[in-house]
Nanobody
Framework: QVQLVESGGGLVHAGGSLRLSCAVSERTFSRDAMGWFRQTPGKEREFVAAVSWSGGTTYYADSVKGRFTISRDNAKNTVYLQMNSLRPEDTAVYYC????????????????????WGQGTQVTVSS
């Protein structure tokens, strides 16, 4: 059973920063593409960022590009999401997700490409 545990969420003022962490129990973490999604009540889950198994390739939603940074430490089985210049519209539950990489793919941006999900961590940005 693969477990993903997010941490680092909380309440922050607009313009502030937070760093989310996601610890993964899977032994093959270093071969997984990792991603972060977010969701607000009444809305569909939204892609935020993805990183390839090596950490060498990243991809961001336009709404967070230039403000958020995804990274990973394969020695610690952990993926991070550094969030800077936070805005009230970034308020959401943030989910970490993992996918065994399939041939020809470096990362994924669709939620149905991912196999494992964390329980989520709340991020609230006040104006």
């Amino acid at each position: 059973q693969v477990q993903l545990v997010e941490s680092g969420g909380g309440l922050v003022h607009a313009g502030g920063s937070l760093r989310l962490s996601c610890a993964v129990s899977e032994r093959t973490f270093s071969r997984d593409a990792m991603g972060w999604f977010r969701q607000t009540p009444g809305k569909e889950r939204e892609f935020v960022a993805a990183v390839s198994w090596s950490g060498g390739t990243t991809y961001y939603a336009d709404s967070v590009k230039g403000r958020f940074t995804i990274s990973r430490d394969n020695a610690k089985n952990t993926v991070y999401l550094q969030m800077n210049s936070l805005r009230p519209e970034d308020t959401a539950v943030y989910y970490c997700t993992a996918a065994p990489v399939r041939s020809g793919s470096l990362y994924y941006i669709r939620d149905d490409d991912y196999s494992y999900w964390g329980q989520g961590t709340q991020v609230t940005v006040s104006s």
